[in-house]
């Protein structure tokens, strides 16, 4: 079965950065897109920044747009997130997800129905 390691995660102060790092152990057939999901406690799983395989194309929620930077590796079955400017409410557990298989005509990258793979997380902690 295919795993999705996620490493990089830590605390840091506002106005930090930190990278995220997520590597798959095996090729993922068929896979449209990776993406990045965090969850604080009490909240929904939200979407943070998606690339699709083939183009490249990246998809970004608006409250992390301009400040992180979704990148892939495909070669290396790996995929980033550049996390600058953090701020307190960046605070989550933060998750790889691949999405592969067979889609309706209607893909949004954004949403964790779409996914099949995930990893076990790895926490962001930002201090004000």
């Known amino acids: 079965q295919v795993q999705l390691v996620e490493s990089g995660g830590g605390s840091v102060q506002a106005g930090g950065s930190l990278r995220l790092s997520c590597v798959a152990s095996?090729?993922?057939?068929?896979?449209?897109?990776m993406g990045w999901f965090r969850q604080a406690p009490g909240k929904e799983r939200e979407g943070v920044a998606t690339?699709?395989?083939?183009?490249?194309?990246?998809v970004y929620a608006d409250s992390v747009k301009g400040r992180f930077v979704i990148s892939q590796d495909n070669a290396k079955n790996t995929v980033y997130l550049q996390m600058n400017s953090l701020k307190p409410e960046d605070t989550a557990m933060y998750y790889c997800?691949?999405?592969?298989?067979?889609?309706?005509?209607?893909?949004?990258?954004?949403?964790?129905?779409?996914?099949?793979?995930w990893g076990q997380g790895t926490q962001v902690t930002v201090s004000s």
């Open positions: 690339i699709y395989t083939d183009s490249g194309t990246t």
């Open positions: 997800a691949a999405a592969a298989g067979t889609f309706s005509a209607v893909f949004m990258p954004l949403k964790t129905s779409e996914y099949n793979y």
């Open positions: 095996e090729y993922i057939y068929s896979r449209k897109c």
